[in-house]
């Protein structure tokens, strides 16, 4: 099974920050990558799916790169409703598998 | 606008079982594969079962496999999972989640979520 790693596990930043988190699969998944926003009490949302495309109505200050087994999420200008955990996640192949998590909170 | 609403959680004894629903509207419910996704208290989110359009295609993670069975009924736009043998360790929030057009595993839709406690 693939392995998915993130880092850091949490972070502070300002508002109007920049925010970088990665990702990092045990073997290469092409662009199979997705990124999600989970908050207490809400249902989870899709971010970024294919590595890089952002999905429909998430604001362009969201962004995702990367291919293979290295990946990068970043919020251009963090805002105080971004405050979450965020996921990243493969999907290529069974089982799809989630990273650990990384908490976004302000500073 | 795209809905999914999950029910049927509660507090049941190790060994016990629970059965949990997911309810679909605002898109045809028999074109997607569906998938149930749970986040232990503190933990991050698990993949746990995926069910085709069709239900011909069915997966389990191996942590439910043999105790866990996932079915549909497209004529009610509803999804289940039946868990039985239930665990401490299966002590989750419990979200449905739709697999985006023709692509497994990219959940574009998730509900909110409903809570299982297995405590005695």
């Known amino acids: 099974d693939i392995q998915m790693t993130q880092s850091p596990s949490s972070l502070s930043a300002s508002v109007g920050g920049r925010v970088t988190i990665t990702c990092q699969a045990s073997q290469d998944i092409s662009n199979y990558l997705n990124w999600y926003q989970v908050k207490p009490g809400k249902a989870p949302k899709l971010l970024i799916y294919g590595a890089s495309n952002l999905e429909t109505g998430v604001p362009p200050t969201f962004s995702g790169s990367g291919s293979g087994t290295d990946f990068t999420f970043t919020i251009s200008s963090l805002q105080p409703e971004d405050i979450a955990t965020y996921y990243c996640q493969h999907y290529g192949n069974l089982p799809p598998a989630f990273g650990p998590g990384t908490k976004v909170d302000i500073k | 606008e795209v809905y999914l609403v999950d029910s049927g959680g509660g507090l049941v004894k190790p060994g016990g079982s629970l059965r949990l629903s997911c309810a679909a509207s605002g898109f045809t419910f028999s074109s997607y594969s569906m998938n149930w996704v749970r986040q232990a208290p503190g933990k991050g989110l698990e993949w746990v079962s995926s069910?085709?359009?069709?239900?011909?295609?069915?997966y389990y993670a191996d942590s439910v496999k043999g105790r866990f069975t996932v079915s549909r009924d497209n004529a009610k736009n509803s999804m289940y999972l039946q868990m039985n043998s239930l665990r401490a360790e299966d002590t989750a929030v419990y979200y449905c989640?739709?697999?985006?057009?023709?692509?497994?595993?990219?959940?574009?839709?998730w509900g909110q979520g409903t809570l299982v406690t297995v405590s005695s």
């Open positions: 069910i085709s359009s069709g239900s011909g295609d069915i």
């Open positions: 989640a739709r697999d985006a057009w023709d692509i497994p595993f990219l959940f574009d839709h």
